[in-house]
């Protein structure tokens, strides 16, 4: 018989998850969600928790991790490469290329945080951004066989400065 503890715990599309959570994010709220998908290792990884923020005055920084819609019903979590005017470009760091280019008020918030485990990253800091872009630049030029697994991108997250135990 299901606990209550398990009732608000349950596994949710994020087709349905997450038009609601760009509504409480647009109404000022912060939130946390699980990542789904490995576009974005070594820092986010399937699986990872990400506390995701407003986007507030602040501009958009090339090396922000951010949540865009980028078609009807489908988002991404994934780097700012681009930001110029009103138009966004975006790219996971484990992807070779770039997403196509989006309108900036696509972009629904900011992701502060990535947890995984007892461990937590502010993927806000300069240093974190500017590793990010180095590594975002160098992994795709790797072959496949190459790259990080989780088990490496598990050392570059605790490498990447500002981890702070849980």
Known sequence: MPTPADASRRKVPCQELLPLVEEAIR???????TAT??????????????????????PLRRGDVVLARVAQ??????????????VVTL?????????????????????VCAVRG???IPLGTAPHRLLALALGRLLPLLPRRFRPGLRASNLLFRLAGGLRRR
């Open 37 to 58: 998908g490995n576009s974005m290792l070594p820092f986010i990884g399937h699986g990872d928790a990400v506390e995701l923020q407003p986007l507030g005055r602040a």
């Open 91 to 111: 790219k996971g760091d484990a992807l070779s290329n770039c997403d196509p280019p989006l309108p900036a008020d696509g972009v629904v918030a900011r992701a």
């Open 73 to 86: 019903g489908a988002y991404v979590l994934h780097r700012v490469v681009k930001a110029r005017g009103t």
């Open 27 to 33: 109404g000022g709220a912060t939130v946390r969600i």
């Open 118 to 120: 007892d461990l937590a």
